[in-house]
């Protein structure tokens, strides 16, 4: 078995260790961010992480009403600039904690006074040393290159931290059941193998979310381009219509996450659009009507409320670009070209 | 002739306008900025004005202090929520200034107490309506579906608004200059018809820019897909790193945006790498020590300062994706499936 499945398969556990080891240190932090009042949030992050920060935006915009920046590092690595943050709750995130670009804006921000905290998996990583609070994933060790179990517990831990922000006891049971739900949508992906051969030889595929999954169709695409080696483009069901959609040909393959939620009207007018164009739909979903818009359906548990769903709905992803790199004979752990840390300025 | 191959070689005049009569009112909202005081800014735009957003975050950012967010629309128009802006600059930048979503997040904003301006070639659109104060284009009419003019009429408004705010004179001198280095910078990009062939059969091109810089890698990938019908990557050269390098394979072709800068150290060493995979690299840069990583130089005007580079460097993208949708037959004004106004909500 390789890494990339072990760990893929230990989402659950992982997710579990986390709830349970975490709780303490996230009410220590929300107190500390209700204390502060923070104007608004930034957040530093590259790869996945910065695809965590994605469903950070919208999560504490919604729920918290705290508008969210992610943050452009260059700005302050290259450009030695440093925006205003004194007023900010400035978040790094990263599994590795070694990414020199992100230690750099917590470090700026934390001069200014902003109130900052990361969320990583190496608590003696300098991201880490650099904050006022840490979050630590508890994933365990993560071997292969591409990331999976850090990324659903990065996820987890924002909905923690937010949780613990607005109080709401039925989040709270949301959350506890979560490792239930991942551990059913693992089940329900275990067809995705019988038929990945049918793309063995696509050569590009698109991915498409809006809302609180905007961030699993961008993290859907990077596991398909880390492992897979070919060509993907991800963009919200509204900015896909404002130009990219140009590329879609007879035959273009498209993943459409819709879980049940806000954004189902317009998911489901996209799939329209895209079988009129002869797109071959490949949906994420549990509402089982969209079967008449997909090739193949990768289904999700039912009644999965939608603000949690982003945890589940990227591993129909995670597991359709593991097998698909496997059917194309890839190095499914070691991708090439590609390391674990990056150490980018 | 084409209204696209029109509207390209009508910006240097397109920004010449742009500066003769927008500088009176550049200079009230900048005054309104002052004393408004912002704690950050918020920025709504899709497609190609969001790539226009890219630049002011960088812009910004670098010069003012100010710590721009982009928008993410779907918060106010799917999910109801309203993140605290009351004490934020919030911008809608629209060619049109039509789209709902955009004029959603405005109105929010603007209920709450925020500084709002709109950013539009259309003073009489729904957007340009809403906000306190309007910045025009005079970009006039454009009618490709693709936008060109009011993309770089859209990034010298920044600049412009950028420019009043930090009060520097060589900035003015700079922005009085550009319409003549746009005018340069479109000679020096006749050469791309006489070689464009060699891409004729290409169905993927990956766009890689980095800092100021960064929007026009993202603008360039969607000229396109928008006109060619290809899959684009685009992507800053840090995030390329973080995993999406890896769909790199002998004679991939990827445009390399590197003017002299801050960032050039980092893409010499990225176009080294590129090499080493064999890559196939179209450089757009006036340092012509890169031409030894280049298939293709597509040349910059010398001296131009990195800042206002953008303005200049997405032109030889624009001519490329024209003159490489010719060699593909296609209609260039009216892409497949794209209008000129593009509705989200």
Known sequence: MTFLQQEIYDQPAAIRRLL???????????????????????????GTSDNAARYAQYLMGI????PVALATPSVFTLYDAAPTLARALVIGISQSGGSEDIRRV???ARSQGALTLAITNTPSSPLAETVAYHLYLNAGKEQSVAATKTYTTELTAIAMLVTAL?????DQET?????????QTLHMSDPIA????????????ASIGRGYNYCTAFEISLKIKELCYITGEEYSEADFRHGPIAIIQPGFPVIVVAPQGKPLPLQ????????????????????????????????????LPEWISPVCAVIPGQC?????AQAKGHAIDTPEGLQKVTNTV
Chains 1, 2 share one sequence.
């Open 20 to 46: 349970q080891a975490e709780t303490g240190t996230v009410a220590t932090v929300a107190r500390a961010i209700r204390d502060f009042d923070p104007t608004f949030v930034m957040i530093a992050a590259r």
């Open 63 to 66: 729920k918290t009403g705290l």
């Open 106 to 108: 917590i470090e700026g």
């Open 166 to 170: 607005t109080d709401q006891a039925t």
């Open 175 to 183: 959350l506890l059941a979560l490792p239930n739900w991942v551990e």
């Open 194 to 205: 019988s038929w990945i051969e049918r793309y063995r030889y696509a050569n590009h595929i």
């Open 268 to 303: 489901i007018d996209l799939l329209k659009k895209l079988k009129e164009k002869a797109a071959e739909c490949l949906v994420i979903s549990n509402v089982d009507d969209l079967a008449g818009y997909a090739q193949k359906m990768m289904p999700l548990p039912d009644k």
């Open 320 to 324: 359709f670009a593991m097998h698909l």
